[in-house]
């Protein structure tokens, strides 16, 4: 007959190994407990507080966890395999069904729980909270993530397999600022993902996927993969020289990177902030920078040319700053034909020897250095033919 230890109290006790196999610890209070290596199989901890716990090694194969409370409870190899680990309503503080406690008053996860080389393959985590938590190594091989929150994570080594639901359309996955490695990056990417993620060695990774990148533009989207992101974080990174025709990081955080040198024509970078990155002799011919923020950017140097896009009717495809807040950035010496400027912010922004043919500046904010006889010249100035696509 299986042990019924529900609503007792056993925090602060030392249960290592214990063999608790399908025992009922509905609302059992184990917090603070040692419960490494123990068997609890098929038991049923529904409410259970677990906060502090240490649950290193046990074996929680098809638990119920529902409700249960894991507030920095350290769960480092522990088996949950085909656990449900789904909230429960039970607390109206909210602390139950979540693996982290959030401090309203000083805005800081006041716990942070571990869940190393855990496995949680088959689990239960529909609407889960996993904010912060260490899921370095995880199995999460055909997990119900579906409304999960695991903004803030890091699952470097995870394996995120055919996790149900992660990436599907409608799901509410939160993947907020998640940190993951590159072959977590490239199977978000495989189903459409789009998280504010961060990655571990983020040069390492960004420079293993432009590999594929590259194979992609030689192969004309035969072989390889495009790097195309919204909302990923690579700040402060040196980039200098790179391939990145092509690529698209929209509403990605790229402050004070180094691109000098790089080739980014035909690149998305919508919304992207660039604030104080130094784009120094880049190629940004046909670059969409759309509501970027280039502030302080360095383009000194810059080839912007448009790029003519073959076809039935030959289009135009030139580079576009439209509304971007390009105050203090310095355009010295630049290559410019026919780029969108339109509504763009140019203040206190240097042009010194900046070669612009053609171009809209409907809107645009513009130097006190630049005067209308110029402005005038600009608009008159017929595109040169810079390039084909």
Request: proline residues 1%; hydrophobic residues 40%; charged residues 20%.
């Amino acid at each position: 007959m299986a042990a019924d230890f529900a609503y007792y109290d056993l925090s602060g006790l030392n249960l290592r190994g214990i063999n608790l196999s399908s025992a009922k610890l509905v609302g059992a209070n184990m917090a603070k407990s040692v419960l490494a290596g123990a068997n609890l199989t098929g038991a049923d901890l529904f409410a259970a507080d677990l906060e502090g716990a240490d649950l290193s090694g046990a074996n929680f194969y098809g638990a119920n966890l529902r409700g249960a409370c894991l507030n920095g409870a350290n769960l480092t190899r522990a088996n949950l395999t085909g656990a449900d680990l789904r909230g429960g309503d039970v607390d109206q503080s909210g602390d139950y069904g979540s693996v982290q406690r959030f401090d309203a008053q000083t805005g800081l996860y006041t716990t942070k729980t571990v869940m190393l080389d855990a496995c949680l393959a088959n689990a239960m985590l529909i609407d889960t909270q996993f904010q912060h938590c260490d899921m370095s190594g995880v199995d999460l091989e055909s997990a119900d993530l579906s409304g999960a929150d695991l903004s803030g994570a890091i699952l470097i080594g995870a394996n995120i397999g055919d996790a149900a639901s992660l990436g599907a359309e409608g799901n509410r996955t939160c993947l907020d600022g998640a940190i993951f490695d590159y072959s977590a990056v490239v199977a978000l990417q495989a189903r459409g993902v789009s998280a504010r993620t961060t990655y571990k060695d983020a040069r390492g990774v960004f420079l293993k996927m432009m590999d594929q990148h590259q194979d992609w533009i030689q192969s004309n989207g035969r072989k390889g993969r495009r790097v195309a992101f919204d909302a990923v974080t690579l700040e402060g990174l040196t980039l200098d020289g790179l391939n990145m025709s092509g690529v698209k990081l929209t509403r990605s955080n790229l402050r004070g990177c180094s691109l000098r040198g790089t080739d980014l024509s035909m690149a998305d970078l919508s919304y992207t902030d660039l604030t104080a990155a130094s784009l120094c002799q880049a190629t940004i011919s046909g670059t969409v920078f759309r509501r970027a923020n280039l502030s302080n950017a360095d383009l000194s140097g810059v080839r912007a040319l448009t790029v003519f896009i073959a076809g039935n009717q030959e289009r135009p495809w030139p580079t576009n700053f439209q509304r971007a807040i390009m105050a203090g950035a310095d355009l010295r010496a630049a290559e410019a034909e026919a780029p969108l400027f339109h509504g763009v912010d140019l203040t206190k922004s240097r042009l010194n020897l900046i070669v612009l043919r053609s171009g809209n500046f409907r809107g645009a904010t513009l130097p006190e250095s630049v005067s209308e006889d110029k402005l005038n010249e600009l608009r008159q100035a017929k595109p040169v033919r810079a390039g084909r696509s």
